[in-house]
């Protein structure tokens, strides 16, 4: 099959004149503004600044997706229902579900990431190694990264790996994906130049181990990319009061994210994480994405539109299951709670944003 064959329908963002803008291509490619470095985008995110002068309409995000899957296992396949979301039955330590409604979400999230990161599909700087020949995708989701990735190098083989079976039939040639759960011992038959990690945060709980093992299944001067996000939320006004419904929402994921014995802040830790493995050249850098349309520039507001939409659709998938079985309240207690939640974050005078951090370091080259 040739890669200009491929078949896998991704979401369209619409911009404010209803125009759409391709997949792969970044909002700012379809709206110029001026171009700037990572760092400089960073200090744009990471320094919100309230726009008092907003219009709080939103902009209209469309979303289509046809994903299907092939697995070697009839069990991948085996799913169960739980406060009418579809879960992966075969993982009870993964509390996110995996149904079109969350697939959804993870389209969107996907071009989140992208615009956040200036479009780049990785901060750790390949373009350094001598020879990229093998990438691994560790937790892919409905798989856009590894497809975009490997449209983009066409001579890089390409894996992806995921719990659900949630990718596409119809891939490039060099992309590769098999149902795998990351937090068991890896098994791959070789070694990787990049290992590429992102939004896993609730689904790791022994985060040394995950980094030890992408350590032993990188080749020399290979690079581990974690891009992450941590809880609670946070706004540069001091907007989410304590006692908030997302004030309390933060305490509470933490809370029972605690009890099973993940970190819900760990990605703070994973830049001395990966140093302790012995990894060179770590670097991170610290991003925000607004929950909303309030922060000033246009480009912060398209984010602001998307990242809201994100959390809107994704705080029941996310947090339902969770805080139920946790003992956090009944399912009608629950249920009230997450709407007040969701009108915290279509309160205009609340201006929450996501914390998110990237980080990444070197196998050494003698090791």
């Known amino acids: ?89 075969a993982n009870d330590k993964y509390h996110l579900p995996n149904d079109i409604q969350e697939m959804d979400r993870l389209e969107l999230q996907h071009l989140i990431w992208l615009e956040l990161c200036g479009g780049r599909y990785n901060l750790a700087p390949l373009d350094t190694m001598n020879t990229m020949t093998h990438v691994l995708d560790v937790g892919c989701g409905t798989g856009n990264w590894a497809i975009e990735f490997a449209n983009l190098h066409p001579s890089v083989q390409v894996v992806g790996t995921d719990l659900s079976p949630i990718q596409p039939d119809y891939v490039p040639m060099n992309c590769t994906f098999y149902i795998d759960d990351a937090s068991h011992d890896w098994s791959f038959h070789q070694r990787f130049d990049y290992v590429h990690v992102r939004a896993l945060t609730m689904g790791i709980a022994n985060w040394d181990k995950f980094v030890d093992q992408a350590y032993r299944f990188l080749q020399p001067g290979g690079y581990l990319e974690l ?25 509470k994921i933490n809370r029972v994210c605690g009890k099973l014995g993940i970190d819900s802040m760990g990605s703070l830790k994973h830049s001395e994480r990966l140093r302790n493995r012995g990894f060179v050249n770590v670097e991170e850098k610290h991003l925000r994405c607004p929950l909303g349309p309030w922060a000033k520039g246009q480009r912060q507001k398209k984010l602001g539109w998307m990242g809201r939409k994100d959390l809107y659709e994704g705080i029941d998938g996310i947090s339902k299951k969770l805080l139920v079985m946790m003992g956090e309240g009944t399912e009608e207690e629950v249920d009230k709670f997450l709407e007040e939640c969701k009108a915290d974050l279509m309160d205009p005078a609340i201006h929450p944003c996501m914390p998110l951090d990237v980080i990444w370091g070197q196998r050494p080259l003698d090791s």
């Open 1 to 89: 099959m040739n890669v200009d064959d491929v078949d896998h329908p991704l979401p369209a963002f619409q911009n404010e004149d209803g125009e759409n803008i391709p997949h792969g291509q970044t909002i700012e490619a379809a709206a110029p503004v001026a171009a700037g470095s990572i760092a400089g985008q960073n200090e744009i995110i990471s320094q919100l600044e309230v726009d008092s002068n907003r219009s709080d309409n939103d902009s209209s995000l469309g979303s289509e997706i046809t994903s299907t899957s092939t697995s070697l296992r009839s069990e991948d396949y085996e799913f169960r229902f739980d406060h009418g979301r579809r879960y992966q039955s």
């Open 227 to 251: 891009q992450e996000f941590h809880i609670p939320l946070e706004s540069p006004d001091g907007s989410i009061r304590e006692g908030s419904a997302l004030w309390r929402w933060g305490e």
